[in-house]
T-cell receptor, first 115, second 116 residues
């Protein structure tokens, strides 16, 4: 079975500062990895995903993440935070299975951006 | 709107009543997933369905919860005899593919159930 751990349920950053959200996974086989963002009272929107190939993945809104197999990590970064980045971020993992795209989510990290 | 449609967006029920949540997947998608998000928690998988079939219900509570995805019409998540602990946001997601695990899920905006 796979699992996802997000370190830090809340992160506070200043506008213009680096955003770093940590995600570690546990999986018996190479996983597929995702970051989703959830704005208040809305559904989840895909930021980026890693399946195969290049380990540095670029997503929407200036976010990127790097898959590090040796560290079982998939941390999300953005060089310069914007007020609109205030939201909750979820890391998720899925495996090659016969049935579907079932995702296992981490507990989420809520980002607060200070002016 | 071609996205995943969920209704109602907000539902209030008293203890013991039934809640029915509906989900229409994106056009062209035949795979539906239900997730539950409890306050201050992440999303927990409940059930995965294809048309007329439950593929994986490993996250469904054993009692009071059921799901269906009929040949015609939306997927329904049904909660009988609701209790306060059922208060949560219920998200539906869909995908066009089943089998590879490489694709993302497309989420609706959720149905927020409050049990009084």
């Amino acid at each position: 079975a796979q699992s996802v751990t997000q370190l830090g349920s809340h992160v506070s950053v200043s506008e213009g500062a680096l955003v770093l959200l940590r995600c570690n996974y546990s999986s018996s086989v190479p996983p597929y990895l995702f970051w989703y963002v959830q704005y208040p009272n809305q559904g989840l929107q895909l930021l980026l995903k890693y399946t195969t190939g290049a380990t540095l993945v670029k997503g929407i809104n200036g976010f990127e993440a790097e898959f590090k197999k040796s560290e079982t990590s998939f941390h999300l970064t953005k060089p310069s935070a914007h007020m609109s980045d205030a939201a909750e971020y979820f890391c998720a993992v899925s495996l090659i299975k016969a049935a579907g795209n079932k995702l296992t989510f981490g507990g989420g990290t809520r980002v607060l951006v200070k002016p | 709107n071609a996205g995943v449609m969920q209704n109602p967006r907000h539902l209030v029920r008293r203890r013991g009543q039934e809640a029915r949540l509906r989900c229409s997947p994106m056009k062209g998608h035949s795979h539906v997933y239900w997730y539950r998000q409890l306050p201050e928690e992440g999303l927990k998988f409940m059930v995965y369905l294809q048309k007329e079939n439950i593929i994986d219900e490993s996250g469904m509570p054993k009692e009071r919860f059921s799901a269906e995805f009929p040949k015609e019409g939306p997927s329904i998540l049904r909660i009988q005899q609701v209790v306060r602990g059922d208060s949560a946001a219920y998200f539906c997601a869909s995908s066009p593919l089943g089998g590879s695990g490489t694709g993302e899920l497309f989420f609706g905006e959720g149905s927020r159930l409050t049990v009084l």
